[in-house]
């Protein structure tokens, strides 16, 4: 909960992926809030007298995937409409304010980018959601102690460097400071 907010605050990309792990981790427990404190949350609460916040939390998101129909796959609306705007963000970075930085990280991870949506069936993703399936699945393959080739870890940096750059400037659209003209 504490970091959800706070990476929703400080780096929109961290959030979602923070966020697409929670929604594995509810799935994992078949939204049983109970279990899901009782073995997920409170070994790792370090301050005992969060356990109400958490639990109200834990169970407004169980409830919300519910609600949503996110059962078996699927992010939240939230999530999607974040993307929506990151998405937006990219194309007015590219074409409206023309971003000379973004625009060399973007030619950098394209090739990665269009080389995972045809691996991994994603053709009717845009390139920011391939990115976000990217790097969740990097995620996932650390955790499961599995090896990464230098030119997978490569193709993931690509993607990384130009979704931190991008997690950037969305802070600064959110908060008002983007200015679309002075690159």
């Not at 834990?58 to 998405?87: F, P, T, W």
Request: no cysteine; net charge negative; hydrophobic share 40%.
């Amino acid at each position: 909960m504490l970091i959800a907010q706070q990476k929703l605050q400080e780096n929109i990309a961290e959030y979602i992926l923070y966020m697409y792990q929670l929604e594995d981790v509810v799935r994992a427990f078949q939204f049983d809030t109970d279990r899901l404190m009782d073995q997920f949350v409170l070994p790792q609460l370090k301050n005992p007298s969060f356990e109400t916040q958490y639990r109200e939390w834990y169970g407004a998101l169980v409830k919300k995937m519910i609600n949503q129909r996110l059962e078996k796959s699927g992010h939240l609306a939230e999530l999607n409409d974040i993307l929506v705007e990151l998405s937006y963000l990219h194309n007015m970075l590219i074409n409206a304010a023309n971003d000379e930085k973004y625009k060399q990280l973007f030619t950098t991870a394209l090739p990665f980018i269009e080389e995972f949506k045809e691996r991994s069936n994603l053709k009717d993703k845009n390139e920011i959601e391939v990115m976000f399936h990217a790097m969740y699945m990097k995620m996932l393959l650390k955790l499961r102690k599995k090896e990464i080739s230098n030119e997978t870890e490569q193709a993931f940096d690509s993607m990384r460097i130009l979704l931190a750059y991008l997690s950037k400037r969305y802070h600064e659209m959110k908060n008002g400071t983007l200015n679309f003209w002075n690159n």
